[in-house]
């Protein structure tokens, strides 16, 4: 036993640590004193029992804690990394260290922008930056520097991590692989744009060759009523100088034989014979050019188009001689249509309607020696039917289904864009009508429009 550890300073001491600091001045302590230092004395050992047992217990939670947050760290398919306030890395978990191919011992210490690329370590530098004004950096595309150096695409997510007072301690970053996703989506992206360009030209190129025929249709249509407005005009200047020679004859007084041999040397009786039905023809031609430019203006307007009377054996001959004065190979178009058939609808409507009917039969007797375009129609109570037939190959059953489908087309790349019928059937619905489309039982196809007589529709 060591000086000063004798019992009494034994005692002293326990009296002491148990808060009994009197029992020490007085000398030999009682037996109360005692009991009191025991009591005392188990109450300290309790405590200290209960001490070690919170202890343990929160031990093992914080084991507990520490494991899960190594499982959670080790089965995240995201990559983590935690930094200090500094930027540098203070761990990673697992899958950061597949993706990179160094361990956390390696990468501890380096500074974040060591596992990307060049281009992206500048966007690390600037994430954390933004980190101090905006707490958070979302979805930001960056690639990691793979085992291999190759850039990995991935969306990186940072947030800061502050400590118990609130003050920055650095960083938070997971980043979520993009890899096959983003690279198929990438794909798909650029497809669809090149789709879309290539859909644009088809467009421009489809608009281009409508206009062409359109073009082309107006002018031979404008060209033959012009023509004989201008022989007619030259004709009329011509009678017009004999008519002035000869009323400049009889002013100056000429009479007799002498008159009457310039009356037949310029002809006069015939010029005022002619003169009437030269002057009729020229405004027959100027009226036929009037209309040409108003059904234009009707095909051009985009308002709904009012409702006349019209003829149907001329509005299917001008839209047969559209098509016809622009094809190559001239077909034969045989027209079964009564002389003074009528419907009250808007003719534009019809007329496209037509033009398009007929332009598909010609594209399907393409390369037929003799192409025979056949057009009837007929009224059936309140309606009128339109048949167009062709002596093609007709429809394939398969693509009977999807021919009213816009884009459906079995024409080469630049001759249709599979719109015609598509826009037809439209049409054919918007005023008040049907299109359908049957194989004939002698072969090439009927498309066959139906329009009410009238714009009574309760009548139809
Ligand atoms: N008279 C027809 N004979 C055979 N097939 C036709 C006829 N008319 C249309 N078709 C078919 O319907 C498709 C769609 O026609 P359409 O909508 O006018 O577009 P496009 O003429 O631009 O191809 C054509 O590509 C063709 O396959
Ligand atoms: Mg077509």
């Known amino acids: 036993m060591k000086p000063g550890q004798g019992p009494a300073s034994q005692e002293q001491s326990l009296l002491a640590r148990a808060g009994v600091a009197h029992a020490v001045s007085i000398g030999e302590p009682s037996e109360d004193a005692w009991i009191e230092v025991i009591q005392k004395m188990d109450a300290v050992y309790a405590e200290l029992v209960q001490n070690q047992a919170d202890l343990e217990g929160k031990n093992a939670a914080l084991e507990e804690a520490q494991t899960l947050i190594s499982s959670v760290f080790s089965s995240m398919a995201d990559v983590l990394a935690v930094c200090d306030r500094l930027g540098r890395i203070q761990r990673v978990n697992s899958a950061l260290e597949r993706a990179t191919g160094l361990s956390e011992a390696e990468l501890a210490g380096q500074p974040l922008s060591a596992i990307f690329d060049t281009q992206s370590a500048d966007k690390a530098g600037q994430m954390l930056a933004r980190l101090h004004v905006d707490g958070a950096v979302a979805d930001c595309e960056m690639n990691l520097k793979d085992p291999a150096g190759v850039p990995a695409p991935f969306a990186m997510n940072c947030s800061a991590r502050f400590d118990h007072r609130g003050r920055y301690a650095g960083s938070v970053m997971v980043g979520r692989p993009l890899g096959e996703l983003r690279r198929a989506y990438k794909r798909l992206d650029k497809a669809h744009r090149e789709l879309q360009q290539a859909q644009q030209h088809l467009v421009f190129s489809e608009k281009m060759a409508a206009l062409g025929r359109l073009v082309a249709g107006v002018a031979h249509e404008l060209n033959n009523p012009i023509s004989f407005v201008f022989a007619n005009m030259h004709a009329l200047k011509k009678y017009g100088l004999r008519v002035r020679r000869y009323l400049e004859a009889v002013n100056a007084g000429m009479r007799g034989d002498e008159l009457e041999a310039l009356r037949e040397e310029l002809k006069i009786g015939r010029v005022l014979a002619d003169i009437e039905p030269l002057i009729d023809g020229t405004l027959e031609g100027a009226t036929r050019a009037s209309e040409i430019v ?4 009707r095909l051009s307007s985009t308002q709904a188009e009012p ?154």
Request: charged content about 20%; hydrophobic content about 45%.
């Open 307 to 460: 409702a006349e009377e019209f003829n149907l054996k001329r509005v299917i001959g001008t839209a047969a001689s559209w098509v016809v004065k622009t094809a190559r190979a001239k077909p034969e178009v045989a027209l079964d249509v009564p002389e003074d058939l009528t419907a009250v609808g808007p003719r534009g409507a019809v007329h496209q309607i037509l033009v398009n009917l007929i332009q598909n039969s010609l594209d399907a007797m393409a390369g037929l020696e003799a192409p025979i375009i056949e057009i009837g129609a007929a009224q059936s109570g309140e309606w009128i039917a339109i048949g167009v037939r062709d002596h093609g190959p007709g429809i394939a059953p398969e693509a009977m289904r999807k021919l009213f489908e816009p884009f459906f087309t079995t024409k080469p790349l630049g001759k249709g864009l599979g719109l015609g019928l598509y826009v037809s059937y439209g049409l054919a619905g918007d005023i008040g009508g049907q299109l359908c489309a049957s194989n004939h039982p002698e072969g090439g196809a009927v498309f066959t429009l139906c329009i009410p007589r009238t714009q009574d529709r309760d009548a139809a």
């Open 294 to 297: 108003q059904d234009l203006r």
